[in-house]
């Protein structure tokens, strides 16, 4: 496959998601990993930290490039002239929602082919917002996500915590 797309919101970046880009950068020759820019959806993190979180998680791959988006995923797709949407798929509860969207935007552009790849068992589990919930209560979030990444969470939960 030539060019490849993998969207989220990336907020931020897991082992899950380093996996998936693991195994896309393998089917595709060039994987741009791109962040979605949602105004009406609060974030932990910036796009820009976002952005430069997963640059520094993926510097070690000659063909993953990361960038950010707004509007339509499928605009966006058509634009960067790529072959397919790649996206994770954890569980059954993942399937119905990335299946109505899949054919949203197969109805939108029928060009753009979606891929989804199984996730790994050990990481079947892990959601950002799961992450940061059990980091903000004080668990243990250890080899779940790169550490500097760690760091930034624990960093950025401490700020939001002295601006209350
Ligand atoms: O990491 P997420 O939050 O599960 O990613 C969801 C994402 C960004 C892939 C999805 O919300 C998306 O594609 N949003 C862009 C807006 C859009 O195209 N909506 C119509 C979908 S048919």
Request: glycine share 6%; with cysteine; proline share 2%.
């Amino acid at each position: 496959m030539k060019k490849g797309i993998y969207p989220g919101s990336f907020d931020p970046i897991t082992n899950g998601h380093l996996d998936i880009i693991h195994r896309g950068s393998r089917i595709c020759d060039k994987l741009i990993v791109s962040v979605l820019n949602n105004p009406n959806k609060k974030s932990l993190f910036t796009v820009e930290e976002r952005v430069r979180m997963i640059e520094e998680s993926v510097k070690d791959y000659d063909n993953v490039e990361v960038d950010h988006f707004s509007g339509l995923l499928i605009n966006y797709a058509k634009e960067q002239k790529a072959d397919a949407i790649i996206k994770g798929l954890r569980a059954v509860s993942d399937f119905e929602y990335e299946f109505q969207m899949a054919l949203m935007n197969k109805k939108l552009a029928k060009e753009v082919e979606k891929v989804f790849l199984m996730t790994s068992n050990k990481t079947s589990f892990l959601s950002s917002s799961l992450l940061k919930e059990v980091a903000k209560f004080g668990g243990c979030i250890e080899g779940l996500l790169p550490d500097r990444v760690k760091e930034a969470v624990y960093d950025k939960l401490k700020e939001n915590e002295g601006g209350r």
